[in-house]
């Protein structure tokens, strides 16, 4: 079981930077691939970035490839989500999650097991 908890959202100018931070907490942490999703009004959750559990690999949706950058602290059972050149159009709530080992790449929502509450992120024009 693993349970999370999202904090650093809040309100941004276009081109400004945030950086978004999930803690968890929960034995399975250390094994588990880490995601990174967002949901904007009308619209469908969708993936952002995810990294595996000794950060080997990373994915990262081709909207933000180049100015999003996931990283996790194991250590501290965090995992972290930074966002740079910030377009009113990421403007969403960001929640993270957790995966429990498995086939196949992390990059749908099917693939984990834990969800946050999500954070808001807005960028204005």
């Known amino acids: 079981q693993v349970q999370l908890a999202e904090s650093g959202g809040g309100l941004v100018q276009a081109g400004g930077s945030l950086r978004l931070s999930c803690a968890a907490s929960?034995?399975?942490?250390?094994?588990?691939?880490m995601g990174w999703f967002r949901q904007a009004p009308g619209k469908e959750r969708e993936f952002v970035a995810a990294?595996?559990?000794?950060?080997?690999?990373?994915y990262y949706a081709d909207s933000m490839r180049g100015r999003f950058i996931i990283s996790r602290e194991n250590v501290k059972s965090a995992v972290y989500l930074q966002m740079n050149s910030l377009k009113p159009e990421d403007t969403a709530v960001y929640s993270c999650a957790a995966g429990r080992p498995r086939g196949g790449l992390p990059v749908t929502e099917s693939w984990y097991d834990f969800w946050g509450q999500g954070t808001q992120v807005t960028v204005s024009s």
């Open positions: 929960g034995s399975t942490f250390r094994t588990a691939t």
């Open positions: 990294i595996t559990r000794n950060a080997g690999s990373t």
